[in-house]
């Protein structure tokens, strides 16, 4: 404490202000796919990073941190085989920030005059986030931070409780764009957590990031989305990964499913985001049952209404189908669109973001074959050079790859406690 404070003055999180900080920090061991119970979120020996996560968010929440108080946000679920959660968050349309960059390119460099984390201050940060030198996790209350930490924030419009931001590497400001290395760290967040009513998000740009400074977002929810159960039917195996197709759900979407690594899982979904990004395809990803099942989501939402092919009752709704969205939790703007919501109303807007089946199957080839290059070493695929390419470009060069249709399986909802994180459900 009787350290000098460095940086500007403003104690924000730029490398103007950071080194030197005394921040908290939570140390993590790595963790293999049977190192975590995902059948529950009680009794678990992780329970102290849920806990202390929640005690610093509701610590903020105390102090008016967030721009609304989404514990008061009306939530319900909505009648039907699928249980799409419907939720009214009438501030956040009010006050997020929004969007300061263009849609139709997946890849963007990072603009240090627009908004970034860099310029949030430090009260907003609940810890640092860090991989351990041994094979503990520790929780250090206070400690000198140098270089460009791992921060986990409070994102100041939450959609739900206990809503944050991890950013990677903060310091270094680097643009939405996933990697092998950040990817890793948000599957382990997930891990380490091991709780299956948290999950961890991301949205690429093109597919409703709104800020062009890499981040990951989670937060926890006393259901399970319908995505986690929709039947699926197996592609391929590569290693210990399955990789599934989701059937019978309004957004086409590919599953991938731990075997006995962690690391594996993430490196073969993190290079399969890689190629998407070097083709412009936007896409969404969900990482669920403490990161040993993640979703990814290819989708032309953004291209389509630019086009004006989305139907406008859908527009006047003015809901962006991000990741949560997709998955089956949609946050309504208006009282009366809550007052009106239905299943049929979840299966039209998500269809809007669900790429045509021939658009997808060249997706999926392209990540089926992102798969065989990393079991064969067979050669990658070239990409076509373009300022912006659509879906279509790019993918046509793939080659014809065989993939067993399987048969469709219906997974095992997660168990669902109706007073889990104190609130209370109506099916």
């Known amino acids: 404490d009787g350290l000098e404070?460095?940086?500007?003055?403003?104690?924000?999180?730029?490398?103007?202000?950071?080194?030197?900080?005394?921040?908290?920090?939570?140390?993590f061991a790595k963790r293999a796919c049977d190192d975590t119970d995902n059948d529950s979120p009680d009794g678990n020996e992780n329970n102290f990073l849920n806990s202390l996560l929640l005690a610093q968010w509701e610590d903020r929440l105390a102090q008016g941190l967030f721009r609304y108080d989404v514990t008061a946000c009306e939530t319900k679920v909505l009648p039907g085989n699928f249980g799409f959660i419907a939720q009214l968050n009438e501030g956040r349309h009010l006050k997020k920030r929004p969007t300061e960059f263009r849609v139709d390119q997946v890849i963007q460099l990072f603009d240090a005059k627009k908004f970034n984390f860099t310029k949030v201050g430090q009260e907003e940060v609940l810890f640092c986030f860090e991989e351990s030198k041994d094979v503990s996790s520790t929780y250090y209350e206070k400690m000198v931070v140098g270089g460009s930490p791992n921060i986990i924030a409070i994102n100041v419009s939450p959609i739900e409780y206990g809503h944050v931001l991890l950013v990677p590497k903060v310091s270094d400001c680097n643009p939405q764009r996933i990697d092998e290395d950040n990817f890793l760290l948000a599957v382990h967040m997930a891990a380490e957590a091991a709780n299956p009513y948290f999950r961890v998000g991301y949205n690429s740009l093109?597919?409703?990031?709104?800020?062009?400074?890499?981040?990951?977002?989670?937060?926890?929810?006393?259901?399970?989305f319908p995505v986690e159960r929709a039947p699926v039917t197996k592609l391929q195996r590569k290693g210990g990964v399955k990789i599934s197709e989701l059937v019978k759900y309004p957004v086409k979407g590919l599953v991938y499913e731990c075997g006995t690594s962690l690391d594996e899982l993430a490196d073969l979904v993190s290079k399969t985001c890689i190629s998407l990004q070097?083709?412009?395809?936007?896409?969404?990803?969900?990482?669920?049952?403490?990161g040993h099942r993640i979703f990814l989501f290819p989708?032309?939402?953004?291209?389509?209404?630019?086009?004006?092919?989305?139907?406008?009752?859908?527009?006047?709704?003015?809901?962006?189908?991000?990741?949560?969205?997709?998955?089956?939790?949609?946050v309504l703007k208006r009282k009366c669109d809550y007052d009106s919501a239905s299943e049929d109303y979840a299966w039209r807007l998500l269809?809007?973001?669900?790429?045509?089946?021939?658009?997808?199957?060249?997706?999926?080839?392209?990540?089926?074959?992102?798969?065989?290059?990393?079991?064969?070493?067979?050669?990658?695929?070239?990409?076509?050079?373009?300022?912006?390419m659509p879906v279509d470009t790019g993918v046509e060069?793939?080659?014809?790859?065989?993939?067993?249709?399987?048969?469709?399986?219906?997974?095992?909802?997660?168990?669902?406690?109706?007073?889990?994180?104190?609130?209370?459900w109506t099916v």
């Open 299 to 330: 989708q032309c939402f953004a291209e389509r209404q630019a086009l004006g092919q989305v139907d406008q009752g859908i527009l006047d709704t003015q809901v962006n189908p991000a990741v949560w969205e997709i998955s089956g939790h949609i």
């Open 206 to 224: 093109g597919a409703f990031a709104t800020i062009n400074h890499l981040h990951f977002q989670a937060y926890y929810l006393a259901v399970p």
């Open 397 to 424: 060069q793939l080659c014809n790859w065989s993939m067993g249709s399987g048969n469709a399986k219906q997974k095992n909802s997660i168990k669902v406690s109706t007073n889990c994180l104190n609130q209370e």
């Open 278 to 290: 070097e083709q412009n395809i936007a896409f969404n990803i969900l990482i669920a049952e403490c």
């Open 351 to 388: 269809g809007e973001v669900s790429l045509s089946d021939d658009r997808f199957d060249k997706v999926k080839r392209l990540c089926i074959h992102e798969a065989l290059v990393m079991e064969n070493k067979a050669a990658p695929i070239a990409v076509v050079e373009s300022s912006f």
């Open 5 to 27: 404070k460095p940086g500007c003055g403003q104690n924000c999180l730029g490398a103007c202000c950071i080194p030197g900080a005394m921040l908290p920090v939570y140390t």
